[in-house]
């Protein structure tokens, strides 16, 4: 018992183990104080058609850290998860995005433009989220049917029911579904038919090596056919070559996001470098 306890005591105290502690906790009290400070923002990919033709984009959240610079949200989106902060930065992702969807409504050359948000688990179950998202969308006075939020396969396992019902009294509103990621969880084909979605993005991981890998190149086929014949509209993740490009469209792919055609990028930037005129 003391051996064991001794063990223990001697494991708690790991300098290395210890350490981790510590930068976890600096980074949460750090990322608690950048959402106060505004250091979190909104950068926007573009999202474009068979044609090349944009037709929206994703917001995807960006932190500027004072001392540590840019942190990728693959690091600081876990963490805001974990700890809970994600509804407030959640909810200023929503809003940005928004406000951006009414400037756009603003002049011809962007009023057709949507918009796609990442949702993550805690914010869609949270209780008010249907609420908040409409709230939201009217005071920024920014049209539901240009909204489009995204969702991953593991956020809808568990009680499915209720994700549906969250999701049609917000289509009712005009607001769109995307599932994200699509391939890596656990898509149960049945589910896939009784999800009330608009859209499915392919992910990254599939895309790579498309031309390569007869593996993912039959991934690829059988998610667009499926798609198709569930009527969804597909969107390709992590489009950087031509030859991917060319092997999606053959296809049948309807969207294409990736650095071929534009990395995420502050709006002034994607608007500048889309319509040089504005
Ligand atoms: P995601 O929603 O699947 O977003 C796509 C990711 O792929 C983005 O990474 C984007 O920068 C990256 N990407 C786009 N095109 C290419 C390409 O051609 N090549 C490569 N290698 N990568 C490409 P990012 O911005 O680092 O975001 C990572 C993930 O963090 C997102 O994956 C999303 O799951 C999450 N995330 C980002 N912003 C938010 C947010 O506001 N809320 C929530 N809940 N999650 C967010
Ligand atoms: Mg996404
Ligand atoms: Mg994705
Ligand atoms: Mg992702």
Redesign the pocket.
């Known amino acids: 018992q003391a051996k064991a306890a001794g063990r223990n005591t001697q494991r708690f105290f790991d300098p290395e183990m210890q350490a981790a502690v510590n930068a976890r906790s600096n980074l949460e009290a750090d990322l608690r104080q950048g959402l106060a400070r505004s250091e979190l923002l909104?950068?926007y990919?573009p999202v474009v058609d068979h044609q090349g033709k944009l037709v929206g984009a994703?917001?995807?959240?960006?932190w500027r850290h004072p001392q540590r610079g840019m942190i990728?949200?693959?690091e600081f989106?876990p963490l805001?998860?974990q700890t809970g902060l994600?509804l407030p930065?959640?909810q200023?992702?929503?809003r940005s995005a928004c406000t951006q969807l009414h400037l756009w409504a603003q002049h011809e050359a962007t009023a057709h433009l949507t918009l796609?948000?990442?949702?993550?688990a805690r914010?869609f179950r949270q209780p008010g989220f249907v609420a908040q998202v409409l709230d939201t969308l009217r005071e920024c006075q920014a049209r539901p049917h240009k909204l489009k939020l995204?969702l991953?396969e593991s956020m809808l396992l568990g009680d499915i029911e209720d994700a549906v019902q969250r999701m049609e009294q917000l289509k009712k509103q005009g607001v769109g579904f995307a599932l994200?990621?699509f391939g890596t969880g656990y898509s149960s084909l049945s589910y896939l038919k009784r999800l009330p979605l608009d859209q499915v993005?392919i992910?990254?991981s599939f895309?790579?090596d498309v031309l390569s890998d007869p593996n993912d190149a039959a991934i690829v086929r059988t998610i667009l056919a499926l798609a198709k014949s569930l009527d969804l509209q597909v969107v390709a993740?992590?489009?950087?070559t031509a030859g991917q490009l060319g092997f999606l469209r053959l296809h049948g792919c309807d969207g294409f996001?990736?650095?071929?055609?534009g990395?995420?990028v502050p709006v002034h930037e994607m608007d500048a470098h889309i319509y040089p005129a504005l």
């Open positions: 909104v950068h990919q994703e917001a995807l959240a960006r990728s949200p693959a989106i805001a998860e994600i930065l959640g200023a992702v929503l796609s948000v990442n949702v993550s914010q995204e991953t994200d990621d993005k992910d990254q895309v790579r993740e992590g489009v950087e996001q990736g650095y071929l055609f990395r995420p």
